[in-house]
């Protein structure tokens, strides 16, 4: 590695004055309240989990696709066989001294064996004074949550939350950590506020994202990203909606072109029993380097529930994201989550596909044939929304002169079996049919499989 180890800024973000400030603020509120019995309301909890996955991969890896692993920039990057042990494991405690106030505390270690890709492989803005790592399978010993949290601050429904924070809305494709990785993927350092009045709620916040970096510990290393978010619930009846926005500042932008961006939109859904419906539009603006942001993404699903003690689901749907049609003018086209999952159920179990420049033509099908077991199975045709852009999970590129956009045909199966109160089972299995994108460019003549077999054992002092 070159510069990734030298020269590091480290970014502790302003958070002390803040946390003084919001206890000076909240004593004055916690004063003019009624005590509870702190004996009775005092409550302290140890708990965690630990996560071990076997992955199974052939004819693709994270960094290439094909049987000779070839990227983009056509270097060897690892095998496409790779049989990887994960590990990932978070441990820490809760402590609530009475029914406003919250501390947590919460280290958490991802480690990966017999892979042939390593921590540098994901090395992003490689050989510049930003260049940092953002690893898909390890990140040793940091903090997962840290913060405290002091509900009916100045308000009877309003909470306020200091510190460490993983934060997750709606869906996923937003505002999400990202856990399905052996590396949990945004985890903020921020101040944040939420106002609920019964099942509606807004919430907003500010902080920045750490960096994942397995040789550096994420509060002293430099930051990645600075944001603002904001995202909202309204339901009555059936219907429901969520608005939200958010501001996204890339902090590594020294030599490497830097991105500022701005995200709105709004989700809608119902999930009840009977006909169903998810629908998300976003759109993002701002400046990325030299260019101007225009772009934009939707998600339009529809289905049925059926009334039945198997809750049979089944979905059609198509998602979409914007590409960059003239890479040569100053508007860039691509779409791309401020601060959503990149992997997990959203886009494939492949984990081959991006909210980036990509149209995901899917359908469902999930039940419970028993109480403790579920399945689902899925099938996704992927294609590139524009065929002058890039397939972003890769960087790969059509040659001059072709415009193929059918990346593939991918087929889905998930169980998940509920064996105990404290351990549950997961195994996948997809498969995918290149289309004529891989085959036609030469990236690579094969298909493509991969299997997960996980467990996951939660333990809690709680009774």
């Not at 750490?210 to 600075?226: A, C, G, M, V």
Request: charged share 20%.
């Amino acid at each position: 590695m070159n510069n990734i180890h030298k020269n590091r800024s480290h970014t502790i973000s302003n958070f002390s004055n803040i946390f003084l400030l919001s206890l000076t603020l909240s004593g004055a509120s916690f004063a003019d309240t009624e005590m509870p019995n702190y004996k009775e309301k005092e409550k302290l909890i140890f708990d965690g989990y630990y996560r071990g996955r076997v992955d199974i991969y052939n004819g693709v890896n994270k960094v290439a696709y094909g049987d000779a692993a070839i990227d983009a920039k056509g270097n060897i990057r690892g095998v496409s066989n790779d049989v990887i042990y994960l590990h990932q494991i978070s441990a820490g405690f809760t402590y609530t001294p009475n029914d406003e106030w919250e501390i947590k505390a919460y280290i958490y270690d991802a480690r990966s064996w017999f892979s042939d890709l390593q921590p540098e492989d994901f090395i992003k803005n490689a050989g510049t004074k930003d260049e940092y790592l953002a690893s898909y399978y390890d990140e040793h010993l940091d903090v997962h949550e840290a913060y405290v949290q002091k509900s009916k601050f100045l308000l009877d429904n309003l909470t306020f939350t200091l510190g460490r924070q993983q934060l997750q809305y709606g869906d996923s494709r937003i505002f999400a950590p990202g856990v399905w990785g052996n590396t949990i993927g945004y985890l903020w350092d921020a101040a944040h506020f939420s106002y609920k009045q019964d099942k509606n709620f807004l919430d907003a916040w500010y902080g920045q994202t750490r960096t994942i970096d397995p040789y550096e510990f994420s509060l002293t290393n430099k930051h990645l990203y600075q944001g603002v978010g904001v995202y909202s619930h309204y339901e009555k009846s059936a219907f429901k909606i969520e608005p939200f926005f958010a501001y996204k500042d890339l902090l590594y932008d020294t030599t490497a072109p830097g991105e500022l961006s701005y995200h709105y939109g709004a989700r809608t859904y119902d999930s009840s029993v009977g006909f169903i419906y998810d629908a998300t539009y976003t759109k993002t603006v701002g400046i990325s380097g030299k260019n101007a942001i225009d772009a934009y993404a939707y998600v339009a699903k529809i289905g049925y529930q059926f009334d039945t003690p198997y809750k049979t689901q089944f979905t059609i749907g198509k998602l979409y994201a914007s590409g960059d049609s003239d890479s040569s003018d100053n508007v860039k086209q691509t779409y791309s989550s401020p601060f959503g999952s990149m992997t997990g159920p959203n886009y494939g179990r492949m984990d081959i596909m991006i909210w980036s420049n990509m149209k995901d033509y899917q359908s469902m099908l999930s039940f419970n044939p028993t109480k403790d077991l579920f399945i689902k199975a899925a099938f996704h045709r992927f294609e590139l929304a524009d065929a002058n852009d890039k397939w972003y999970t890769f960087g790969y590129a059509n040659k001059p002169g072709n415009s193929y956009t059918h990346i593939g045909d991918e087929y889905d199966l998930t169980m998940k079996y509920k064996a105990s109160k404290n351990l549950d089972l997961t195994a996948i299995a997809t498969y995918l049919n290149a289309g004529d994108f891989i085959t036609k460019n030469e990236i690579a003549q094969n298909d493509a499989t991969k299997f997960f077999l996980q467990f996951k054992y939660k333990f809690s002092t709680k009774e």
